[in-house]
């Protein structure tokens, strides 16, 4: 599967955006989704994940309640609507996927990710 991620952008603090990411592929909606986010000089880290009916979902606790994670299979699409958005959520928003066999485990969203797209910048200013 291929992704490619948009949506990225400046915003002030307080803003919103929402970054999306569309995915090639006939299978789309077998693939569980993620997006990830790296801040300079920091490490990757995983800000949320979908499962392929959107039944289950993760968000990290820094953005509970500003991030929502939702897909649209019929469109091959995955969004991440993001409020309230301040300086920590400065970063490059990469989404990913990867197929889940059988039952999803507790850490159903921890486990590694085969497919990734390119990044998009999300900016926020004070």
């Known amino acids: 599967v291929q992704l490619q991620a948009s949506g990225g952008g400046s915003v002030q603090a307080g803003g919103s955006l929402r970054l999306s990411c569309a995915a090639s592929?006939?299978?789309?909606?077998?693939?569980?989704m993620g997006w990830f986010r790296q801040a300079p000089g920091k490490e990757r880290e995983l800000v949320a994940a979908?499962?392929?009916?959107?039944?289950?979902?993760y968000h990290q606790d820094s953005v509970k309640g500003r991030f929502k994670f939702s897909r649209d299979n019929a469109k091959n699409t995955v969004y991440l609507q993001m409020n309230s958005l301040n300086s920590e959520d400065t970063a490059v928003y990469y989404c990913?996927?990867?197929?889940?066999?059988?039952?999803?485990?507790?850490?159903?969203?921890?486990?590694?990710?085969?497919?990734w797209g390119q990044g998009t910048l999300v900016t926020v200013s004070s």
């Open positions: 990913a996927a990867k197929i889940i066999l059988g039952a999803y485990g507790s850490n159903w969203y921890l486990t590694e990710y085969e497919y």
């Open positions: 592929g006939r299978t789309f909606s077998s693939y569980v």
């Open positions: 979908i499962s392929w009916s959107g039944t289950h979902t």
